[in-house]
């Protein structure tokens, strides 16, 4: 008879590029299984994007089978173990089993062996260390199927020890929790975090903000940041207070949560007050000149919509858009009015259709100059003010009403 776990695991490997892969890792001695969020994910009846498997053949040996079979394999992480082998355009990571040697907290040494269990037991959380092999049997060392069914998570062996060998792991522990646990984290497990959150300054920023950015996007990621927050584990992250409410109130903490908020905007909500805070972001985090951007425009604009008894005029709105974006700025409405009573919320609404109705401002210096207007730095004033003056005038879509205020900022500014 076929089992519930069984039944959910067959479709996994059934996929035509997997049965083919396995089927060339598995003989001769060498043996391959389906290993972590592949299997925990299909287990839980979701969707399966990327697939790693385990294999006891080393590094040069998984090459070669892999040219054998009319594969293509990629030496993306030799030195660790891993190969891309990509079957009819479908990448696997294929990674040779590994036991530790020694920890420092960031990084670990490690040799190849051939035992599953050692190998699933030395990985971060339980519901990460089940295995799939070609025959469609669950292999589970720690527990992981019970606490899945639990929503549960929970470290392997004890938490201490676990989190000592990579303090990335607190982080990845909460994440973990936002987006598959339910209920209060781990009791063990958040003690342990607590215990060694001082390992947190170790860690590359980059690392850090890699998994910071995923625990955002994550269903209960509200819940989860109070968690951190209540143990003294979010300021060290961010480096400022938490606006946890209005964090709960944009990304919600729910089965879908915050996908449908992107997570700049999150971060924002979650870290931004003023352009200090966006700059303290930037270096905490190490975020690329597109992220740092996106974050600082909408913290110049969350300046200019707050601390005011009303919301800004929608030609003040356009105005401060025309310096740092719509989109910043219609972002900022929605920060400023996430906690705030729903007439506020709805006149913030219509300000923010207001802005996205706003129509193009088409004339160009090319227009300028065909009006008798010389070349230099006039032409960028009178367009300028031109500008300003198409808002103050309701912003007309015409061009025609366009080019009249073009003509009007000309002959003000123009010289006698």
């Not at 990571?93 to 699933?120: I, N, S, Y």
């Not at 979650?270 to 190490?286: G, I, S």
């Not at 210096?365 to 008798?372: I, N, R, T």
């Amino acid at each position: 008879m076929t089992s519930p776990e069984q039944g959910r695991l067959a479709p996994l490997l059934a996929r035509g590029e997997v049965a083919a892969l396995m089927a060339a890792l598995n003989r001769d001695g060498e043996e391959a299984r389906i290993v972590g969020g592949a299997v925990r994910n299909a287990l839980l009846g979701e969707d399966v994007a990327d697939i790693d498997i385990a294999t006891t053949a080393l590094p040069e040996e998984t090459v070669r089978r892999a040219k054998a079979a009319g594969f293509k394999p990629v030496p993306t992480g030799i030195e660790h173990g891993t190969i891309t082998v990509v079957v009819a355009g479908m990448p696997f990571e294929v990674t040779t089993l590994r036991r530790d040697v020694e920890t420092d907290g960031r990084h670990a040494v490690v040799a190849f062996g051939r035992d599953f269990r050692e190998d699933a037991l030395r990985r971060d959380f339980t519901i990460n260390a089940l295995g799939l092999d070609a025959g469609g049997s669950l292999h589970d060392y720690a527990g992981g199927v019970g606490d899945l069914a639990a929503r549960r998570v929970r470290f392997i062996g004890q938490a201490r020890e676990r989190i000592a060998e990579d303090y990335l792991r607190i982080l990845r522990f909460f994440r973990f929790h936002a987006r598959y646990g339910a209920g209060e984290p781990d009791k063990a497990a958040l003690e342990a975090c607590t215990e060694g959150r001082a390992g947190l300054e170790g860690l590359s920023r980059e690392r850090v903000r890699a998994e910071l950015l995923k625990l955002l996007a994550a269903p209960r990621a509200g819940s989860t940041l109070r968690a951190m927050a209540g143990a003294g584990l979010l300021v060290p992250v961010i480096g400022g207070v938490p606006q946890l409410s209005r964090f709960e109130a944009i990304a919600g903490d729910g089965e879908q949560g915050g996908d449908r908020v992107h997570p700049d905007f999150r971060l924002a909500a979650l870290a931004v007050l003023t352009r200090e805070d966006a700059a303290r972001l930037r270096e905490k985090l190490r975020l690329s000149n597109a992220e740092s951007g996106r974050i600082e425009a909408i913290a110049l604009a969350l300046e200019t919509v707050s601390g005011r008894e009303s919301l800004p005029a929608l030609a003040e709105l356009r105005e401060t858009a025309h310096g740092v974006g719509t989109d910043a700025v219609a972002a900022a409405l929605v920060l400023l009015n996430a906690t705030a009573g729903a007439a506020r919320a709805e006149e913030g609404q219509t300000l923010i259709a207001g802005l996205g109705q706003t129509p193009r401002f088409l004339p160009s210096g090319k227009d300028l100059l065909a009006l008798g207007v010389a070349a230099g730095p006039l032409l960028g004033q009178v367009l300028e003010q031109a500008r300003r003056d198409w808002i103050a005038a309701g912003c007309p879509a015409g061009r025609d009403e366009q080019m009249a205020l073009v003509a009007k900022a000309a002959a003000m500014l123009s010289p006698a």
